[in-house]
Each structure stands twice: as C-alpha cells, then as structure tokens.
C-alpha cells in the first residue's frame, strides 16, 4: 500500500548551511510519527520543507501520490496537509472562534458549524473562551486553539511542531490527551517532539534527528528500550 506521506532523501539549506542532509521516511494512513532529536538537529525545518514554507535544494515530497516538491505553502495546505507551526501563532487581536474559523478559510462544505459545535465539545476551555481575544488566553489554550483551528481544516495529515514546549506538566498531559484523541479519530500525525518520552509513549514509528540526518528509527515500542536512545533522550 501506498504510504500516504513519502519524504525522499531531502536536503534542504539556509544558504550556505545545510540543514537538512539526505532525510527520508513515510507516514501511513492512521499511523502517528514522531521526529526526535536535540534542538537543532533539523526536525523543524522538515515539518517546514515539507509544508512548504521552506523549498528543499534537492529531493521529493510527495503526498497522497501528488509530487509537491517545492509547492506553495498554500497550495499544500488545500491538499490536507496542515501544519501546526512551533509558538502556536494563533492570532492575538481575534476571537477564539474567529481564530478557529479561519481554519476553515478554504472549506466551502455545510458541516463548518457542525465542526466548530466538535471543537467546543472536545476543547471545553475554548468554549468557555469562545468570545476572548486569543492574546488573553494561556499558553496551553493557545497549544488547543491551534490544534482546534488545524482541525476546523479537516486535516488529511495533522503535523504538530513542539505542541508542549513551554507548558507546565499538567497542560503538557492535557495537549498528549488530545493528540491521543486525534489518533483515535484515525487522522495520521507528523510529530516533532523535544519531549521525547512522550513522544515515544504515543508514536507508532519514530525516527531520530542529528545535525541534519536520520541516525536511528523503528518501532516506537522499540526504541524506548533501546539503551542509547533511553541514555540521550529518555534519562
């Protein structure tokens, strides 16, 4: 079967420095990915190059059998490939629901009320908040206005960049809870994680970043008995 997502032997650089060095892999349909790695090692700029915002130098990306090497990031998005960028960029001076609407910006389909009712349901805070600035809002709110805003696009592959850096433990349980919740819904996730324990805890595969390259992946379940992996990221 053909994977749903296929990244192959991508590099791509800010300018003279070479970021990404020859990375490659697949997410299949339902299936959660996990990209760990130091700060650094590049697991952003893939999330990027592969939703367009950056262009690699050399390499594919294809989605869905759709060769998008290079493409607009808007142009990717219309595809179904959402991305939740890293510092949740939620828009500060708009609502809650008008910061979820325009995830829904180029959807033409009659269930966009039908999705936002879902949205309150699943994000109790959001619905409490519906009418406050976004700006007011607490840093895990803003992780689920995101989120809750990615999903109002119907996502055919949900990626989430660090969706826990900055949150207190509790709201760092709350935002794996809900990641969970969407793995449930069969939506496939592309996460990079500095988390790495929770990230492993979720993930079906998962793949390990260094300097640019992929150093080591498999099984998730595997990897959170693999000494050297427990050693520079699980200790």
Aim: zero cysteines; charged letters at 25%; aromatic letters at 4%.
């Amino acid at each position: 079967m053909m994977a749903l997502l296929e990244v192959h032997n991508i590099h791509t650089s800010y300018g003279a420095i070479r970021a990404l060095r020859g990375i490659a892999f697949t997410v299949e349909q339902g299936q959660v990915v996990s990209l760990i790695g130091a700060n650094g090692a590049g697991k952003s700029t893939t999330l990027n190059t592969i939703s367009g915002v950056l262009k690699p130098s050399s390499g594919r990306v294809v989605f869905d059998g759709h060769d998008i090497t290079g493409w607009r990031a808007d142009r990717v998005t219309a595809l179904g490939l959402i991305q939740v960028p890293e510092g949740r960029q939620v828009i500060a001076t708009m609502t809650v629901i008008e910061n979820l609407m325009l995830g829904a910006h180029l959807r033409h389909d009659a269930d966009i009320e039908r999705d936002l009712d879902d949205i309150f349901r699943r994000f109790i805070r959001l619905n409490e908040r519906r009418d406050q600035k976004a700006g007011s809002l607490s840093g895990g709110e803003q992780q689920m206005l995101a989120v809750g805003r990615a999903l109002m696009a119907r996502p055919r592959l949900l990626m989430l960049d660090e969706p826990s850096m900055g949150l207190a433990p509790l709201l760092v349980n709350e935002v794996f809870r809900i990641i969970a919740d969407i793995k449930a819904r069969g939506i496939p996730i592309l996460l990079v994680e500095q988390n790495a324990r929770k990230a492993l805890q979720i993930a079906d595969t998962a793949y390990v970043l260094d300097r640019g390259t992929i150093v080591g992946g498999g099984a998730a379940a595997d990897l959170r008995e693999d000494r050297a992996i427990i050693a520079a990221y699980l200790g």
